[in-house]
């Protein structure tokens, strides 16, 4: 079925600016069709340009589905369950 994604891999980050593209161009170079793959990166109250990177990233690893979601109260379970709750 076009469009069914099979595996969805949660990022949390918080200040992350630094790392987060390098995670997000491993995930985009795994062998599982991109098309049927998505990071969804959890922004959990970050105060550098962690989400900035995140969108600039995605527009350069098309067609792998790249998610940004926002969790404002800081902790890295609170974080999970926002990015679970959006896969």
């Known amino acids: ?4 994604i099979d595996i969805s ?5 918080r200040n992350e ?5 390098r995670a997000l161009r491993s995930i985009a170079r795994q062998a599982w069709p991109l098309e049927r793959l998505e990071a969804i990166v959890v922004d959990n ?8 990177v995140v969108l600039q990233v995605a527009r350069e ?3 792998l589905r790249i998610v940004l ?11 999970k369950n926002r990015g679970a709750a959006v896969a």
Do not use: K, N, Q, W
């Open 61 to 63: 690893l098309a067609p």
């Open 9 to 13: 891999v949660i990022i949390p980050a």
């Open 1 to 4: 079925m076009a469009g069914t």
């Open 69 to 79: 979601v926002e969790e404002c109260t800081p902790g890295r379970s609170r974080a």
């Open 17 to 21: 600016e630094a790392f987060v593209a």
């Open 45 to 52: 109250a970050s105060s550098d340009g962690t989400a900035a």
